[in-house]
């Protein structure tokens, strides 16, 4: 996990990348250089900041050449099938412990694309063929790694963090009002390659490109997938249910004991739900009853979504003690505090307090000592687990005639009560087709919403892990953890897992009304039984709707009862019916959602920073 910066122009550019090399060196704190050269008549300059997992010696440190120094990496992530892959290419002997080697060598070897397609893992990564003159990139399945990239004066420029761009002074900060609309109606981000700011975009996901030397004003070229799951009816796993789920048992498995290897202090993130408890029990295993097993979990005190006690009981299940942390705030000023310092970090506003929470879990795993953080993202788009993908199927059913199937699965979930409870009807507006209690401004164009309709399941699931859910929820927990500089790795998003639960049967996922129900069935003999059969889902939780009203009242108001608020000047909220609103959310909070007050106010805040270019991170304390 680390920082990369590029730039290729017709002009010099290593001022710049120092620059942005500086600004987001928080990502790679234990190394650092800037390599710079003429190539013909261009000019490239790049720069590497390395947070040290494996082999943590100099030979590590990159820019790396190959060995043939033909080719030159700047990396970020990891692959974590790098052992197996050097044996497979028979890639010996090598000089240094790490997965970057790996990649140059078999990127030399292969092609920037045959490659990618071998690398089981998160990564964002340019190479510098000096041969051929080109600079190829390549960037992860998922999108678990970013890759910003922005046109400037004869050239381009590619870094990690949309922030380090903007210290090229020909490059404008002007915001993307498109990407503002949709996350201020639909509360959707990441959603496609458009950033926040106008003219910087991003790399797909599973997707390699090109840079030309000879023309480096020409930008990213050839830009191709090398990865996408089959979703065709001729895809579904038509084999018996428990041969399914002993695969994917072993599937789930493989990839954490995958993301256990480093050279550095590993921990879990724990909440205490399904996903998290299965990744601390097999982690328990990799390691063995003697291996120091670090579980950390976030408690609400006094809160009634708090997870505490489901995170001790799991912990006690294996015989291990999770380190506790409270995210209570004793002011508004140090929420707001909280949400000011993760704005700076988070490439864009932050979009719930679930930033903030991250933000100090990574805080927490820092304090103790740890470099790399395992967390459950990926399982509920993979396995159905959130509450609005039975009630959507249930519709999908309605809609196509099926009735008795419809009911059958309504009673199913009755019955068992997964979907019932907690679940709030404002939360669900965005995928009944419901406009936001807020009037927006004349800047928010709304196109249909088709964010409930679907034709089947593996195409509605895989359009969440793809675009609506899944990129956002990599964002943030990229930026928060980086800016404590540790690593994210996150067993339920290896592609073999995806793809495992993407050609389930429907009726696999759902099974008896239990959303979740494949990690259920296959991994009940390692969990407490009142964690496989939990009817609730929260996860790490916070008073969020209790903050928003009372203690950032203050902060609300400041920044959004003013007629000049950013906000209002765009055109992109009604400032009588936002401040109307508010009053009555504050009064009434179960007959609005959250985000609809906190997306304005947050996307205020970014934008009063972007106007001023205070977007340099704030240290953290």
């Known amino acids: 996990m680390c920082g990369i910066v590029f730039a290729a122009s017709d002009r010099p550019v290593e001022a710049f990348v120092r620059a942005a090399h500086a600004r987001q060196i928080y990502r790679g704190p234990d190394s650092g250089s800037v390599s710079s050269e003429v190539l013909g008549s261009t000019f490239v300059s790049m720069a590497h900041e390395r947070l040290a997992i494996l082999d943590l010696s100099e030979r590590g440190a990159q820019p790396m050449a190959s060995a043939s120094a033909r080719s030159v990496i700047i990396f970020n992530g990891e692959i974590y099938n ?72 004869g050239g381009v420029a590619i870094a990690s963090e949309m922030h380090s761009l903007l210290l090229h002074p020909d490059v404008e900060a002007q915001p993307d009002l498109t990407v503002a609309a949709r996350f201020l109606s639909r509360s959707l981000m990441d959603i496609d390659e458009r950033s926040w700011v106008s003219g910087i975009l991003s790399l797909p996901a599973a997707c390699v490109a090109e840079i030309d030397l000879a023309r480096p004003a020409a930008g990213l070229q050839q830009v191709r997938s090398y990865w996408a799951p089959r979703l065709d009816p001729d895809s579904v796993d038509r084999r018996p249910r428990q041969e399914q789920f002993a695969e994917l048992r072993e599937l789930v498995r493989d990839s954490v004991a995958l993301r256990m290897h480093a050279d550095v202090p590993v921990g879990i993130a724990l909440s205490g739900g399904l996903d998290s408890s299965i990744m ?47 995210i209570a705030a004793d002011s508004g000023e140090a929420l707001f505090n909280w949400i000011r310092i993760c704005t700076q970090h988070n490439d864009g506003p932050v979009a719930s307090f679930s930033n903030v929470l991250f933000y100090k879990l990574m805080e927490c795993a820092k304090s103790m000592g740890l470099t790399v953080v395992l967390t459950g993202q990926g399982a509920d788009e993979a396995f159905c687990g959130y509450k609005r993908y039975p009630i959507l199927e249930v519709k999908r059913r309605l809609a196509s005639g099926r009735l008795a199937s419809a009911v059958g699965l309504g009673a199913q979930l009755l019955r068992h009560g997964t979907v019932l409870d907690g679940f709030k009807l404002p939360e669900a507006r965005r ?124 902060y609300v108001m400041e920044a959004l009862d003013r007629p000049d608020a950013e906000v209002y000047r765009l055109g992109l909220v009604d400032r009588s019916s936002y401040v109307s609103c508010y009053e009555q959310y504050c009064r009434a909070p179960e007959k609005f959602w959250f985000r609809e007050f906190f997306a304005p106010f947050a996307v205020e805040l970014w934008l009063q920073a972007l106007q001023r270019r205070q977007l340099n991170p704030i240290p953290p304390a």
């Open 280 to 326: 601390a029990a097999l982690a328990n295993r990799v390691g063995g009853p003697s291996d120091e097993l670090r579980l950390l979990s976030a408690t609400s005190p006094g809160h009634v979504g708090d997870e505490s006690a489901h995170a001790r009981a799991m912990a006690e299940h294996l015989g291990r003690k999770t380190h506790e942390f409270s």
């Open 82 to 153: 790098y052992r197996e892959l050097a044996k497979r290419h028979g890639l010996a002997p090598l000089r240094s412990g790490t997965d970057t080697e790996v990649a140059v060598e078999l990127i030399e070897r292969l092609g920037i694309e045959a490659a990618s397609r071998e690398f089981n893992g998160m990564w964002a990564i340019a190479v510098l063929d000096r041969q051929r003159g080109r600079v190829y990139l390549s960037r992860d399945r998922l999108g678990k790694k970013p890759i910003y990239h922005v046109a400037i004066p």
């Open 431 to 554: 995928y009944l087709g419901r406009a936001n209690a807020v009037k927006l401004g004349p800047s928010v164009a709304l196109g249909p919403n088709d964010l409930g309709h679907f034709e089947n399941m593996a195409e509605y699931q895989w359009r969440d892990i793809s675009s609506l859910s899944v990129p956002y929820l990599c964002h943030y927990e990229d930026r928060m953890s980086m800016a404590w500089s540790c690593e994210v790795r996150s067993p339920f998003l290896d592609y073999r897992v995806i793809e495992a639960g993407l050609r389930m049967p429907v009726d696999f996922k759902l099974a008896e009304g239990w959303t979740k129900a494949p990690l259920r069935q296959a991994f009940a003999d390692v969990l407490p039984h009142d964690i496989t059969w939990r009817r609730d889902k929260k996860g790490f939780t916070s008073p969020q709707d209790d903050w928003l009203r009372k203690e950032l009242r203050p």
